[in-house]
């Protein structure tokens, strides 16, 4: 791994639904960076502001989570909607 390489942060938020690559409106492809990243997983209520605190984090996400597309258990509940305020949001 080389300076500045988030690997953890990146398995991360792909396990809780974040998306790597993505396209916009008007179909440009774009990719996530990882400072979105942080700010989306902290929004989630999970701190992966260092490699080893995603790492951890990582650690507590069960193998299929509920963001990710082959969960299709009926038994795993929905992602849960975060309100603004819960968000950090003023």
Known sequence: M?????????RLA??????SDWTDGSGAPRRTTDTA????????????????????A????PPESPGSPESNDPDVPAPRAF???EAGAP
């Open 37 to 56: 990243r942080e700010a989306l997983l902290l929004a989630f209520g999970i701190d992966a502001s260092t490699e080893a605190r995603a790492e951890r």
């Open 2 to 10: 080389t300076a500045g390489e988030r690997p953890a942060l990146r």
């Open 14 to 19: 792909e396990a809780c639904g974040v998306e």
């Open 83 to 85: 309100s603004p305020a």
């Open 58 to 61: 990582l650690a507590d996400v």
